[in-house]
Structures are given as C-alpha cells and as structure tokens.
T-cell receptor, first 111, second 111 residues
Framework: DVKVTQSSRYLVKRTGEKVFLECVQD?????MFWYRQDPGLGLRLIYF???????EKGDIPEGYSVSREKKERFSLILESASTNQTSMYLC??????????FGQGTRLTVV | GENVEQHPSTLSVQEGDSAVIKCTYSDSASNYFPWYKQELGKRPQLIIDIRSNVGEKKDQRIAVTLNKTAKHFSLHITETQPEDSAVYFCAVDTGRRALTFGSGTRLQVQP
C-alpha cells in the first residue's frame, strides 16, 4: 500500500517562527512536490524536486525553502512564518507521467 | 508556464442526474490529464486519467473526454449519488515539470 506521510496533521505557529514540514514516501519515486491548497485557488505548486539535493521553484516559492537530503524525504521550510502562510500544505510524489500520490495534508495556522 | 482553468467552481445536482466539469489548458505539449477527487478532510485521490493519444476513457459511471485541438477536457459523472459529493480537481502534466491543477469544483449531490 502506497504511503506518503506528512509529519503533522495540524500545526499552530507564531509569526516569525521557523517552521519545518516533513514528508516521507515509500514509493522510491524521484519526484516529490509541495503544494499549498486554499479555497477557490486549487493546489498551487511551491517547490518540487526531481532528485536528491535537487530543487526547483514552483509558482509560489516566496517565503519558502526546501530540503531533500534523502530520496524518501522532502522538507518544506517556512523561514519566518507569516499569517498569510496559514493554509493547508500537501506533499505529493509521482512517477514520470503517472498518478500523483498525496500525503494527508498539514493544516498550518500562523498566529 | 502551464495555465489550467476549471469550471464551474460549484455544481449542485439532484441524485441520479449527470454532472459535467470542464477544464482548459494552455500548453500544447501537455500529454497527461488526471482528475482527482477530494472528500472533506481527506487527501486528493485519482479517479480517472487520460493520455493525449486517446480521445475518451470510461470507468463505470465516470468518463473523461479530451479535445487536444481545442485544449480542453471534461469529466462526466452519470447517475450521480450522494457519495459523489466532493471537490474535484483537473490537472495537466507536460512531462517537464509538476502537475498543474485547476482551481477545483465543489460538487454537491442532493438526495
């Protein structure tokens, strides 16, 4: 059974904190992604990675960074959390041109 | 980059009726077109997909049609049931980047 696991379902952080969202996949896929989901805006791509230590900016990378030290793990980092980063964050993995599998999501609230 | 537009944003139908959701895209190199269903509080999951060399695909009550010339594809759900109520996302893959998602359609099936 496919597993994409995000470290937290719910997080509450204070403005200015550094926040780490972790994602682990057991599918041995090269491709991993971080999306942000907001009502009416769909899923917007923040960053993606095609290989270990490789990263590329998506459509909304400002205020975020990522780390991929191992193939199975892809971390999203909010360097200094702001209230406009309150959102649902979804990690995903995908084989080339095939179905994407999502984690359960992390609902982050920045106060 | 790729631009995907999805309509309508909300759709309410009576149980047993059909529902149609439409998406348009901009990049003619797009070659993979999946549809995801997201139930409340759950992760998006693939329900059907189609590749660029096929015009239509059907799986029981769900079908997808693709018009590459016009750059649009549609999801058709027949004989809708209350359990079809969810948010549906179309997506497009050019094979060069990550999936680009539409903004989502909230489908409500009234019993």
């Amino acid at each position: 059974d496919v597993k994409v696991t995000q470290s937290s379902r719910y997080l509450v952080k204070r403005t200015g904190e550094k926040v780490f969202l972790e994602c682990v996949q057991d599918m041995d896929h090269e491709n991993m992604f971080w999306y942000r989901q907001d009502p009416g805006l769909g899923l917007r791509l923040i960053y993606f990675s095609y290989d270990v230590k490789m990263k590329e900016k998506g459509d909304i990378p400002e205020g975020y960074s990522v780390s991929r030290e191992k193939k199975e793990r892809f971390s999203l980092i909010l360097e200094s959390a702001s209230t406009n980063q309150t959102s649902m964050y979804l990690c995903a993995t995908q084989g080339a041109g095939t179905e994407a599998f999502f984690g359960q999501g992390t609902r982050l609230t920045v106060v | 980059g790729e631009n995907v537009e999805q309509h309508p944003s909300t759709l309410s139908v009576q149980e047993g009726d059909s529902a149609v959701i439409k998406c348009t895209y901009s990049d003619s190199a797009s070659n993979y077109f999946p549809w995801y269903k997201q139930e409340l509080g759950k992760r998006p999951q693939l329900i059907i997909d189609i590749r660029s060399n096929v015009g239509e695909k059907k799986d029981q009550r769900i079908a997808v049609t693709l018009n590459k010339t016009a750059k649009h594809f549609s999801l058709h759900i027949t004989e809708t049931q209350p359990e079809d109520s969810a948010v549906y996302f179309c997506a497009v893959d050019t094979g060069r980047r990550a999936l680009t998602f539409g903004s989502g359609t909230r489908l409500q099936v009234q019993p």
